[in-house]
């Protein structure tokens, strides 16, 4: 079993700046791809960022220039610092993983969320 902790939310103004943790614990041979979804309220969760083992980034269009997300393969950590903060980028956000156990089985998680709230 694998655990996902996040931390780093919180209440910021518009323009400001927020960096977001998760770090990954348990039954772990290799981290594969990490990302960041987010989930506003009413919407369904969507994609923000994807991170390789090997350091390839890819983001949704709204947060290019914005956001940078980033990963310690030694400490088992997921970044995602987040600049220019809009309103709109209020919603709880979610680490994920896809992990392949010491069974070479390979898995995903979630962690639990973490509330990005961004007033205008």
């Known amino acids: 079993q694998v655990q996902l902790v996040e931390s780093g939310g919180g209440l910021v103004q518009a323009g400001g700046s927020l960096r977001l943790s998760c770090a990954a614990s348990g039954s772990i041979f290799r981290i594969n791809t990490m990302a960041w979804y987010r989930q506003a309220p009413g919407n369904q969760r969507g994609l923000v960022a994807t991170i390789t083992s090997s350091g390839t980034t890819n983001y949704i269009g709204s947060v290019k220039d914005r956001f940078t997300i980033s990963r310690d393969n030694a400490k088992n950590t997921v970044y995602l610092q987040m600049s220019s903060l809009k309103p709109e980028d209020t919603a709880v956000y979610y680490c994920?993983?896809?992990?392949?156990?010491?069974?070479?089985?390979?898995?995903?998680?979630w962690g639990q969320g973490t509330q990005v709230t961004v007033s205008s």
């Open positions: 994920n993983a896809d992990v392949t156990g010491w069974d070479i089985s390979s898995y995903n998680y």
